[in-house]
């Protein structure tokens, strides 16, 4: 038993350090990390073990039976196994495609999706024996295998283009090597139709659990998913090639599906630029700056603006995006591009109440961010000058005489 055991804890060890199988990178860190794959592995394990030292007597309380269904164990099927081999089976395939749907789901809706399809994989298998194989109705049914084939479809409708190698076969489009895996499932099911089930394999469980996976992989938008994913891989390789008007046509495609993506429209921007097209670079320059500043995300406007005003000869935006550009840059401590964004406000809207407090803020910014009371003082003689009758006209005075008699 405690072989045993350790047998099994260096086979989850192994997997949790061999190489993804499928070519794809996964985020890294806490927030990639397989939490709920990982969890299924443990449970699955420590129930085979926990059903190894109770006896066939446990087996046959919890697995699923056709003519006996109990709601439990429509479920409790999914996490009992028959020997190591169907254990570690199921296990190995679980974490090598389940870690990738996991990623693209989420924790949550994974757990939710596996349970699933274990629910349905169970009932579809049930029926089927009552229906073809009523002889074997008594016969208990255990494994993870209906689960993991619902994983498998969601996997097939979301990585379809992700390239897959396994040993020494060439690395094919997970597209091809799922079609081939149930390609054969469909033939060893209706081998053992015609057999009358001789192989005791419950083929059903898998061919119901990967249709479902593959069902509801469509309204979890996981298509769309892989679409941006192939998308931006197929706008990389056109930037590493140096073919910048085939990028820019890929991340223009991506951005009409996506149009809150300010990040897509950032990097749109950098290839207009690169391209020598300021005017388009202008113009996803200032969606970027619009979408972010909406999002209050200040860090990523002020970056995005000082691109902008790095690359273009001239940026000029409207007067409420200035402000919010001004805000979010002086909201990430950029003091100088909060700065240049009030400066341009002042400059591109001279006559409206909009330059006078963006003066006034303008001025702020020099007496109490950067320090300069000299430029301060400058500016508020000069909103003097242009707007005498302003209704901040009183504050800007009591201004410079406090920093006059401060010097």
Not at 37 to 64: C, D, H, K, P, Y
Not at 102 to 109: D, K, M, R
Not at 132 to 152: E, H, K, N, R
Request: proline share 3%.
């Amino acid at each position: 038993m405690l072989f045993l055991a350790l047998l099994i804890l260096i086979a989850l060890l192994v997997l949790l350090f061999t190489p993804i199988l499928p070519m794809r990178r996964r985020r890294g860190g806490v927030a990639g990390f397989p939490f709920v794959t990982v969890g299924l592995l443990a449970i699955n394990t420590i129930v085979f073990l926990g059903s190894m030292s109770s006896g066939e007597e446990f087996i046959r309380q919890w697995a699923l039976v056709p003519n006996d269904l109990q709601l439990a164990s429509l479920l409790s099927y999914a996490f009992l196994h028959g020997d190591i081999f169907h254990l570690l089976g199921n296990l190995i395939t679980l974490y090598v495609i389940g870690v990738h749907v996991e990623e693209a789901l989420g924790n949550l809706p994974y757990l939710l999706a596996y349970l699933a399809g274990a629910l349905v994989a169970g009932l579809g298998h049930a029926g089927a024996v009552l229906l073809f194989f009523p002889g074997s109705a008594g016969t208990p049914m255990v494994g993870a295998s209906g689960a993991i084939f619902c994983v498998l479809g969601l996997f097939a409708v979301r990585f379809w283009r992700t390239r897959v190698r396994l040993f020494w076969i060439p690395a094919v489009p997970a597209a091809v090597a799922v079609g081939i895996v149930m390609v054969l499932q469909i033939f060893m099911a209706i081998r053992s139709l015609v057999d009358h089930g001789a192989d005791q394999v419950a083929y059903a469980a898998h061919l119901i659990g990967f249709f479902f996976g593959f069902g509801i992989a469509f309204p979890l938008r996981v298509l769309e998913q892989s679409a941006r994913e192939y998308g931006i891989e197929d706008a990389e390789k056109a930037l590493a090639a140096g073919d910048l008007t085939t990028a820019a046509g890929y991340y223009r495609e991506l951005l009409v599906r996506t149009p809150t993506d300010g990040g897509l429209a950032h990097t749109l921007a950098l290839v207009h630029v690169r391209l020598g097209e300021q005017e388009a670079a202008h113009r996803y320059f200032t969606q970027a700056l619009d979408l972010f500043s909406k999002q209050g995300n200040a860090a990523a406007v002020a970056r995005i603006y000082s691109d902008a005003q790095t690359n273009l000869l001239r940026v000029s935006l409207p007067v409420r995006l200035l402000q919010r550009v001004a805000s979010a840059c002086e909201d990430a401590q950029q003091y100088e591009l909060a700065r240049q964004a009030l400066a341009n406000l002042c400059r591109d809207f001279t006559h409206t109440t909009d330059a006078e407090l963006g003066m006034l803020k303008l001025g702020k910014l020099h007496l109490q961010k950067l320090g300069q009371r000299d430029n301060a003082l400058a500016i508020f003689a000069e909103f003097l000058r242009l707007y005498p009758t302003s209704e901040w006209a009183n504050h800007v005075r009591g201004l410079i005489t406090e920093n006059q008699n401060a010097s």
